[in-house]
Every structure is written in structure tokens, then in C-alpha cells.
């Protein structure tokens, strides 16, 4: 991360574009203080210690709110009526409330003044050791990185299993770490991130991906922690903050120590149709607990490449690379938690393309100098031409080592083809590791020449960024319409309109009442996670 | 030896595959052993190419992975001949275009945008499915959805949507076709839902005028399009380029103005 700046950007253009960032942002961040979700509030009844589901399948933490939301409503947040209903001894906990509430035989109110305040600080005292957990692991993840240490080389290898079997990607995850992987990701069943629960235990069917689950967590956790051990190199393990459920799986994650969360403040609006009033307020709470549980954040910026052009598009990267930066820190991440995205898709078929590519990653890298930019592989000019397809992923290799990425998703030949086998992803790791010991240090040596092809190509990029910025900015639609949310209706991103009172979980979310307690928030707002 | 002409060039009947000269057969493979890599090891992969019919196989590579797993490249002749009179080509009733070519023909046919309305309808709350024909970024491998298409304007109703709902999003959307998702069915409740779907379509439509229907899902039985009043049938694996190629086809057939068809011409 320590390259010295090589593309002579204008640091008042710079300037510009981040201070356009925030005014985009600031306006979405106040919707998003004032509403609650479903999600948010059953993830806070997590952190307080409410886990399991019915014979159905069902979670606990779902009947609850369920039942709250329609006998008082969520205006006021679920804890304060859910600990005024212990306190008048609805149940003994949390578990058998939830249990009784789902039969329908607890009466919830919304206690008043006194009442009230001794609910909510019942409520506060509650959560406590959830919060008390994830600074645990925190500190827990510090231990052991020290014991075992981080990779040697930058950037870290990034692989991906996904056979649908908890018990079947522990040993790929363990082999994939002894092949050279530094960080193993779990890819999510198709579908689960429309799922408005998040199901329970180990799981052992999944479409082209493993369900995200507390007990799968804590199963890989604990096989990663061997295999670390083992290896004398901590190995960290990413799953998906995203969907409808994304605040709980955050919340999942720092109790269970996973160590990155893939978590983009737009793709769910974008990609899956998501309401994005939802989404923000979701990726808020999400990330507040990314930053207490020092989780790193992977962004999607490469999802916007796959489905727009990757040239005429470019600047479409930056600026949500920007804005997912500016929605980061206002949450509280810093910059070393920021795994801002991008990818090499750009087609091979243009003149120039690598060199392109070298110009878009090295603005992602000079614009975000101390965030871990994680660099991702081709795709959608991948064919089933694999051996085509293997030297694109060398050429991808080279650009991450040339333009210092830090968190390389290792690109597979069969990609687009099948999922990959056993060869081909020692194939892909010969792939990396021939670059890395041929070219690694090649960074230190390569300075594209001043006003040349790649500085001129970046200078570009970012100001067609500012000028889309500028645009989103002013995008005036009706009066006190959001500007952001006007340019996301509008299709500025990814070609997709997606109007603020339309998608997915729209029904999930709640303006918050004045009075409104969300316990977690204040614990986490407090911010003593250092 | 007996050929065949097809157009200007003149092939014969049985062929070999062409390493570099005609006749060879040669041919490459690369496959994973789940044993450690010894001279066992090697045997075992010389004996698979030989039963695969390489004669003589020439092992080139063995690389172990790990400790339980050897990578072979093999190769070889293969003894196998071709016999081009024998390959039976399956055709789709419609050509698979790119999405330049949906949205070109699209363009030109219609002069404006179709219009696709997507649903589950019943009780089905899976729209893995529907989603993975819609969605602009398609799942699993299959393709960007119909919403990547610039021509093609999605409605995705999502999931559990009642006929007579669905049935007035696509009058008041003035849909050219309507495409629902049956995933997850107990006691043929897929066809239940299908057929009351498709007469509540004629009933609220003109006789000629109902939007095109297409359903998908796992269990419908090809070839079942009559029997359930619906225009096409689409099983497991279908992309979404495949849906779109089809609408293309479909508003082809139905003439250049309009692209609405009547249940009994199909």
C-alpha cells in the first residue's frame, strides 16, 4: 500500500469528487438515522442473545419482531416493548417470550415514562454482552494474527469455495489455505439474499452456494483457526453482509469472528431489486458493526463492470467507490476496513485494454491509498476457451502486482464454464504465484510516463466521476426528493432504475417515532471498540 | 470412401480428430487422480487414456496437489472414428441471438420497448427462478437477465402474486408477455396454478390480444403448452438468452405490427 503517487492527479479535483461524495450521501445517511428495519431490529435482538428457530424453521428473532410490529409497532424499536413484557414477567428471557409470543399469548405495550426508562436500560444492559462478544473476537483476531501472522506477500489470495455442504467446504477451505489461499470466502446459496430470515444451523443443501448461518460460521471459524494454526499464517474468512438480512448476518459475523463481509451500499438495490431505503438503512447498522467488530468490508464496484461497458463505465466504479468510502466512514469503518472493489473486465478484444486497466487500478489505488483495494478477475470475457481464459488471468495477476492491490480474488479458467475443479484452481494459484515471484516487485519499477496513455486515461476517468457526481448532485426531481435516491429511479448506475418506494423489503422498513431506542446503535454510536 | 457435400466443401463421412496432419487422431486431455503422485500413480492415468481409446498415450505431465491428488496431461491418438451421418442435431424451433440481436430485432419489429411482466404466482415464494430470467445480473452462470436487454422493459411482480393481480399488471403495462416461475409444486399444484393463470388471461383479454404466456420450472412436462393454454414451456437450465431468443421468435411469427398471438394458433 505503499506506492508513491504516479498518475500526477490534480489533489483539487481530488477534493472535489469526495466533497461531492458527501453532499450525495449526507442527505441518504439522515433517512437513514431516522428508519429502522425489520432486519435491524431483529439483529439487535441477536446481540441480546436470541438465537433458534420453530420446527419450521422459522427464527425466533422473526416471531418476535413479527409479533411486536403488529401489536405496538417498531416506531419505538422492538426492545423496549419486548424488555417492558420481561420486566411485567411476560417470561422469564428472551427465548420462551419469543416462543410464547409466536402462540400469540403475550401482550406487548409501550410502557411509559419511568416504565419506559427502566425497559430500555434493561434493554441496554442486555445487549451488552453481545456487543462485549464481538470486541472479544476482536481482540481475539489481534491475538492470534500476532501468533500466527499475516501473509508475507501482498496482495493476499483470495479464494472462493462453494459445494452447498457445510461439512464439504471445511476440508476444501483447509486444503485451499494449505495450496497458498490467505483468505477463504463461502459463497452464499442462490437466492438468500431475497430470504427475509436468516436459517439456522449447519446446513447441507445449497444452490451453487452454502446458506449463511451462525452455526456454518462458527463451524469454518473454528477449521480456519486449525488450519491457521497449522500453517503459521491467520487465514480469514469472508461471508456476505448483503440481502435482506444483512444486518443480522453483521451481526452473526462479529459474534462468530469472521474477519471480512463482502457489504456494497448499492448492489442490493441495483442487483437484486432491493428497496433502497431498506438497503441504506440495513448497510448503516450493518456496518457500524463492521467497525466495532473489525471486520474489513469488500465492496462490488466489479458487479457494475459485468453489466455496463468497462471502458465507457469506468467512472461509474470511482463513484461508487466514493461513495461507498463516504458511506464507510461516516458508520465508522477506517480506511484499513475499506476493501473498495474493482475488476479487470475490460474487453480484450479493444486496443489498449491492459493498458486501460493499469490506469483504472492505479487511480482506484492513488484515490484510496490506505484502503485494501480488493482486486477482482475476469468474467465476463471469460469463454470456454479456458485456455484463452488462463492467460487473461495472468495478464489480471499482473496488473494486481503492477499496481499494488491488496486482496487478489484468485480468477479461475473455467469460470463461466463449470464450477471449478481441483486442477483448476491449482492452476490459478500456479498462475498467481509465477506473477508474484516474477513481476512482484515489478511495482517499484513501473512509472507511466507523465501526460502518457495511463495518466491521461485516469485524468479522464476521474473527471467524467466528478462530472457524474456533479450530475447526481444536482439531480433535482421532485422538491424534497433525495438527489441520490432521485439518480438511483433515474438509472444513473448499472443501467438500473430503481424508485425509493418500490423493491424488495419495502414493507420491512419503519419511521422511527420520536423516543425511538435501539440499544445496539447507542452502544455502538459510543463507540469504545478500540 | 463415401462423402457428403455440404455447400462448396465436400466432407467426408468419417473423420478423425487432427493433431497436425490428417489422420493422426490426436488428441489432449488433462484430468485429476484422487491418488498421491507415484509411478502407480502414472500407470493408473496411462491405463485411463488407454481405456478412453488414446493408443499410444503419451503421458507429458503429473503434478501432484496436495498430498492425496495427482494432475495428469495426456496425449494421444485415439482410436475412435467419427461418423459424421450419425450426429443428429437437435434444433430449437428458434435461432439463439445475442443481446445486441434481441434488442436490434426489437428495434425494428416494434418500434418501441416489449414489455415483459415476471412473476411466482400461488403460493410460491421462490423467485430464484423468475429473478434468474429478470434480474440484470442473472445467478449461477446462466447470463444477464432480461433487464440487461435495452429493449426489453421488465416488470417483476416477485412472488406469491395472485392471477387477478397479475392479470391487471399486465393489462395496466400493456404486456407482450408474461412469464411466470413455478419452482417449488406439491401435488401438481404447478399445473393448477398454470391453467387458471391462462384462462383467467383469455377471459380478461380479447380473442387474439392475450399476452404472449411462457411459464417455467422444473416439473412442467415439455411439450405439455396445450394442455395448459400457454404459448412455451421452459425446464430447468434455461438462460435468459434463451427467453429472449424465443420472444423474438414468437413476435416474428405473430406478424410485424403485432406480436400478440390467440391461444389456438399454437
Known sequence: MSTKAKLELDPAVIRTARSLARKAGAPVVKIAKTHTTVSVERAVLRLAGLSGADHEGAPWVNHLVDAVRGEVGLELGVTTPVFDALRRGEAPDLLTLAQKSAAGSVSFHLPQGREAHAAQSLALRSVKPGIARIDKNRATRDRLMKRHGDPKQRPWIYLIVATGDIYEDIPQAQTAAREGADIIAVIRSTGQSLLDFVPEGATREGYAGTYATQENFRLMRAALDDVSKELGRYIRLVNYASGLCMPEIAALAGLERLDMMLNDSMYGILFRDINPIRTFVDQRFSRQIHARAGIIINTGEDNYLTTADAVDAAHTVTVSQLMNEYFAKEAGLQDWQLGLGHAFEISPEIPDSFRMELAQALLARQLFPKAPLKWMPPTKHMTGDVFRGYLLDGFFNLAGVMTSQDILLVGMMTEAVVTPFLSDRDLALQNVRYVLNAAGGLTEDFHPPRDGFIQNRARQVLSEAVDLLEKIVNDKGEPGSVPLLQAISDGTFGLMKRPAHAGKGLDGVVKCAPGYDNPASTLLEAGTGK | ?266
Open chain 2, 1 to 266: 470412401m463415401n462423402t457428403r457435400d455440404t455447400g462448396s466443401k465436400i466432407l467426408p463421412d468419417i473423420i478423425r480428430p487432427y493433431g497436425d496432419t490428417t489422420g493422426d487422431g490426436m488428441v489432449q486431455v488433462s484430468f485429476t487422480l484422487p491418488i498421491p503422485h507415484d509411478k502407480r500413480a502414472e500407470g493408473a492415468a496411462l491405463q485411463l487414456a488407454a481405456k478412453m481409446g488414446l493408443a499410444p498415450a503419451l503421458l507429458v505431465h503429473a503434478k501432484a496437489m496436495g498430498s492425496d491428488f495427482t494432475f495428469f496431461i495426456v496425449y494421444g491418438s485415439v482410436s475412435h472414428l467419427v461418423d459424421l451421418r450419425e450426429v443428429v442435431v437437435i434444433e430449437r424451433e428458434f435461432a439463439m441471438l445475442s443481446a445486441k440481436d434481441v434488442n436490434a430485432a426489437i428495434k425494428k419489429r416494434l418500434r418501441r420497448k416489449l414489455v415483459v411482466v415476471g412473476a411466482c404466482i400461488g403460493s410460491d415464494a421462490h423467485t430464484v427462478g423468475i429473478d434468474a430470467i429478470l434480474n440484470i445480473k442473472g445467478f449461477a452462470g446462466g447470463g444477464k437477465g432480461l433487464e440487461y436487454y435495452s429493449e426489453i422493459r421488465v416488470v417483476n411482480c416477485g412472488a406469491q402474486v395472485p392471477v387477478p393481480e397479475l392479470v391487471a399488471r399486465a393489462r395496466a403495462e400493456k404486456a407482450d408477455a408474461v412469464l411466470v416461475s413455478q419452482v417449488v409444486t406439491q401435488k401438481d399444484r404447478h399445473i393448477h396454478n398454470t391453467m387458471t393463470m391462462s384462462a383467467a388471461f383469455r377471459e380478461a383479454y380479447p380473442a387474439g390480444k392475450v399476452p404472449l404466456l411462457v411459464v417455467g420450472g422444473p416439473r412442467f412436462e415439455q411439450g405439455s403448452e396445450d394442455a395448459l393454454g400457454v404459448d412455451r414451456i421452459f425446464g430447468k437450465g434455461t438462460t435468459p438468452g434463451e427467453v429472449a431468443s424465443y420472444l423474438v421468435h414468437a413476435m416474428t411469427q405473430a406478424g410485424a405490427q403485432t406480436m400478440t398471438t390467440t391461444k389456438e394458433q399454437s
